[in-house]
């Protein structure tokens, strides 16, 4: 018995000291509770990989697709007080006086929303809706009038979309374009790691050279509510900022 416990002792701590493993078990509690969804109404797709701009590819973590729209989810399984707005490029993990900085998720899940856009040229109006879901160890402290929520709400948040927007065959081609549209294969996910941190370099060395990302215009220095940042010169044009 003594042996079992130290057992389970050792993979606990394994799993606490791993962000993958954290993820993956993240991952696994959302797609029990999308599991709950009604099947005659919900098609969910789980762990997509597709094509993004500039050859690179997108990973999402979950789409639901029904007769209500394409929603689009992106789950963390972070712990700690999560602090930040739908403007900054990245948000702040804070357990108790560490800070971890994680890009915005609402940003990240933006993209993924704009890869699943690119796979329907023919349907601008697609409506495609945007949810990002923390796991019950993280406390939110998030300003943003975007649907950011607790996994145990994400299924009631979900079914707050009840307009009927798409018929029957409708959502069927959608989730034949997506299925299709997959990349799979031996070193799809390291390729995609590689390319994140290639872009998350490439942004860090522009802004240090206070150059907006976005759109290349110069960065200035401004004072805000809550404090300063760099913000593009080209507002309001373009939006970026960054707070350091």
């Known amino acids: 018995m003594i042996y079992i416990v130290a057992l389970l002792i050792v993979i606990l701590v394994i799993i606490s000291k791993s962000p993958k493993l954290k993820g993956i078990i993240g991952e696994k509690s959302v797609i029990h509770k999308l599991n709950k969804l009604d099947e005659s109404k919900y098609i969910t797709i789980h762990n997509v990989t597709l094509p993004s701009a500039l050859g690179r590819t997108t990973q999402i973590d979950h789409i639901v697709v029904s007769i209500y729209g394409v929603i689009v989810i992106e789950t963390k399984n972070y712990r700690g007080w999560i602090v930040g707005d739908?403007?900054?490029?990245?948000?702040?993990?804070?357990?108790?006086?560490?800070?971890?900085?994680?890009?915005?998720?609402?940003?990240?899940?933006?993209?993924?929303?704009?890869?699943?856009?690119?796979?329907?040229?023919?349907?601008?109006?697609?409506?495609?809706?945007?949810?990002?879901?923390?796991?019950?160890?993280?406390?939110?402290?998030?300003?943003?009038?975007?649907?950011?929520?607790?996994?145990?709400?994400?299924?009631?948040?979900?079914?707050?979309?009840?307009?009927?927007?798409?018929?029957?065959?409708?959502?069927?081609?959608?989730?034949?374009?997506?299925?299709?549209?997959?990349?799979?294969?031996?070193?799809?996910?390291?390729?995609?790691?590689?390319?994140?941190?290639?872009?998350?370099?490439?942004?860090?060395e522009m802004v240090s050279k206070n150059v907006c990302p976005k759109c290349g215009n110069e960065l200035v220095e401004r004072s805000g509510r809550y404090g300063k940042f760099k913000g593009c010169s080209g507002y309001p044009k373009c939006r970026y900022i960054f707070k350091g």
């Open 86 to 204: 739908e403007r900054s490029e990245y948000w702040t993990q804070v357990i108790y006086k560490r800070k971890e900085k994680l890009f915005n998720p609402l940003r990240q899940n933006y993209g993924h929303i704009q890869a699943i856009a690119s796979l329907f040229p023919e349907n601008s109006n697609l409506p495609l809706f945007g949810i990002v879901s923390f796991s019950g160890r993280a406390e939110l402290k998030v300003k943003t009038s975007e649907e950011v929520v607790y996994a145990s709400k994400l299924v009631r948040t979900i079914e707050k979309y009840n307009k009927v927007l798409l018929n029957r065959g409708q959502v069927e081609h959608i989730v034949e374009v997506i299925k299709s549209s997959q990349i799979v294969g031996k070193g799809v996910n390291k390729e995609h790691v590689r390319a994140i941190k290639e872009v998350a370099s490439t942004k860090r």
